[in-house]
């Protein structure tokens, strides 16, 4: 790694148009599965067919894994127009913002590839599911490995992409690196922040402290335990929450099921899906609230009971808390543009 490339921006690229996230996040995920349908029937490349907010330096590439269905970013993606960016040989890093309500279609990295959230908060979806990220988080992907964002709130990511020589998954520690995880840790959140503050410097020795940094963040990563990390039972849990969060789920029952105390069962769950079974619960029946708005004409009353709400006033509530608008102005949205991707 005995060359170096720096890249800065100007001042203007960072003024991002802003959209309503709450209301983009809800039509991704109902049209995330549709991405691939609406491309193939965009026309010519000049026009990707969708109403995606793009940030500026994402110049996906069409790609083998099906016929307009999912992208994979050009090497050169991370680094052209981005905030800030370094090229040492074979790794490359870079700081990249996103506007609260953009999106990044269906697309993957052909390196493996960390994302170091400094700030904001964004929403995954990949094969496994969906998964939230937010400040301090360090996401993983293997390459290959398809996945689509949504960003909630303004987002600063630092994205580095390991040599290709390294092949992780391949050695000692494919087991950390075979798939793609998501981790919080007082020790990965340090030197995320080393890397952030060593991006800010130009003498000499910052790319080699980058390096030294990177290979380190890698290390730190593989000796995480992760024998424990899922609890085959948990995956039951989420199965049987999918299933039946319009009904009246006792949360005390549920571990009775799975066989775990129902301490334990809350502690791991928030721990593996940052979150609490509550939220979990809470976003299923909003999700399901916002399909009945997209598809239907029922009443509010009736879309409240067959998510699992209480009453319509229960439903008006937590839809416009979650998503920071009506549910009449939600639907006239959708209504409008149905899909985004």
């Avoid at 580095?160 to 995880?181: K, N, Q, T, V």
Wanted: aromatic residues 6%; hydrophobic residues 40%.
């Amino acid at each position: 790694m005995d060359s170096e490339k720096s890249a800065l921006v100007t001042p203007g690229a960072r003024q991002l148009p802003r959209r309503v996230a709450s209301l983009v996040g809800l039509r991704w995920r109902i049209a995330c599965d549709d991405i691939g349908a609406q491309r193939a029937g965009a026309g010519s490349a000049g026009n990707r067919g969708d109403d995606v907010a793009y940030p500026a330096w994402f110049r996906p590439l069409r790609d083998t894994h099906g016929p307009g269905t999912v992208e994979t970013m050009d090497q050169r993606s991370l680094i052209d127009g981005a905030e800030s960016a370094r090229e040492l040989g074979g790794l490359t890093i870079s700081t990249t913002i996103h506007a609260a309500g953009s999106a990044l279609g269906r697309h993957y990295h052909a390196r493996e590839y960390f994302c170091f959230v400094t700030a904001g908060r964004f929403e995954e979806r990949a094969e496994g599911g969906s998964h939230r990220c937010g400040e301090d988080m360090l996401v993983f992907h293997p390459p290959g490995e398809v996945h689509a964002d949504i960003f909630g709130a303004t987002t600063r990511c630092i994205n580095i992409e390991l040599p290709a020589e390294l092949s992780l998954a391949r050695g000692e520690l494919r087991d950390a690196f075979c798939r793609r995880d998501q981790r919080h840790s007082l020790g990965l959140a340090a030197l995320g922040r080393r890397i952030e503050r060593e991006l800010r410097r130009t003498d000499a020795a910052t790319g080699l402290a980058l390096q030294g940094l990177v290979l380190e963040l890698a290390a730190e990563w593989s000796r995480i335990d992760t024998s424990a990390r899922t609890p085959a039972w948990l995956d039951q849990v989420v199965r049987i929450l999918q299933a039946e969060y319009a009904t009246g789920v006792e949360f005390r029952d549920i571990a009775a099921r799975v066989g775990v105390h129902p301490v334990r069962l809350s502690r791991e769950f928030r721990r593996v899906h940052h979150r609490t079974m509550t939220e979990f619960v809470t976003g299923l029946r909003v999700e399901h609230a916002a399909r009945l708005l997209h598809t239907t004409k029922r009443s509010l009353a009736s879309v409240a009971l067959d998510a699992g709400f209480a009453d319509q006033s229960h439903l008006s509530k937590v839809f416009r808390r979650h998503t920071g608008m009506t549910c009449a102005r939600y639907r006239a949205g959708v209504g409008q543009a149905r899909t985004i991707g």
